[in-house]
């Protein structure tokens, strides 16, 4: 199974050290709500890229990241090289990654996030984009690296992060909702959400201190299943949020906490 210490191996310490914790950043910020430190570590996930690709093409990996003078220039230039047939990942590194990285670059310098001036204010829009591409840059690296395919690349970045919140709080095998008056059903989402994998529907159930197992199946665990917001395995007794749930999580139950703070 690919771990964080594992998905990169190739590359220095530092250097995967500092893509890991560039994403994990954008995620957690994400997650909060607090839109402009997710569009600024864009910026630095930006960097970290670049000098992982321009470390493959050139053959040796720096020990850690550096910014070049001009992103957009530097990226360009990469275009320019000489195509490597016996590179893998090769068209990747030198044309579809680097015409990513300035559109990322773009939101953190001139969206009126990383400087006074720009004329669209950090916003959740801008956020998500910023997500959604370091994600897609992230599983486009574990799939190079290791050889896999698309989905299953996506898979494994899914499971490098763990989206974590505030609200939900960690104590070893341990998960509690720190809000008694939410909803059974929106704590286990919440619960599932910020966990990366499946969770057995009993361990779900102490979670959530929902005190008959029998009810909660058939009272939290079934309609939630049935609205497509969790993926309930009854044979397999486990649980997983869907694609679904997770929007459910992030526009409703998450905004609502981020504009109660505004």
């Known amino acids: 199974m690919i771990t964080p210490q594992t998905a990169f191996s190739s590359l220095s310490a530092g250097l995967r050290g500092e893509l890991l914790d560039s994403f ?124 896999t395919s698309v989905e299953e690349a996506q898979s494994i970045v899914d499971t490098l992060v763990t989206r974590r919140h505030p609200l939900v709080w960690r104590s070893d095998e341990l998960r509690r909702v720190l809000d008694p008056s939410m909803k059974k059903a929106d704590q286990a989402l919440i619960l599932l959400y910020s966990e990366s994998g499946w969770v057995s529907s009993e361990e779900l159930r102490k979670w959530v201190e929902y005190a008959n197992s029998s009810q909660f199946r058939r009272r939290v665990l079934a309609p939630l299943h049935n609205a497509r917001l969790i993926e309930y395995e009854r044979a397999g007794c486990r649980t997983k949020i869907s694609p679904l749930g997770v929007r459910e999580v992030e526009d409703r139950l998450l905004r609502e906490r981020v504009a109660g703070r505004n």
Do not use: Q
């Open 24 to 147: 994990r950043s954008i995620v957690t910020n994400y997650t909060e709500g607090r839109w402009e430190p997710a569009e600024l570590n864009g910026g630095k996930f930006c960097e970290v890229v670049y000098s992982i690709i321009e470390g493959a093409l050139s053959g040796s990996f720096p020990s850690a990241a550096s910014k070049p003078p001009n992103m957009v220039a530097a990226c360009r230039a990469l275009e320019t090289r000489a195509a490597n047939p016996a590179l893998v990942g090769d068209r990747s590194f030198r044309i579809l990654i680097p015409r990513l990285l300035p559109y990322l670059y773009e939101i953190r310098n001139n969206r009126g996030v990383g400087h006074v001036g720009g004329d669209v204010n950090p916003n959740r829009a801008d956020a998500e984009a910023v997500l959604a591409a370091t994600s897609w840059l992230m599983a486009e690296l574990v799939r190079i690296f290791h050889g």
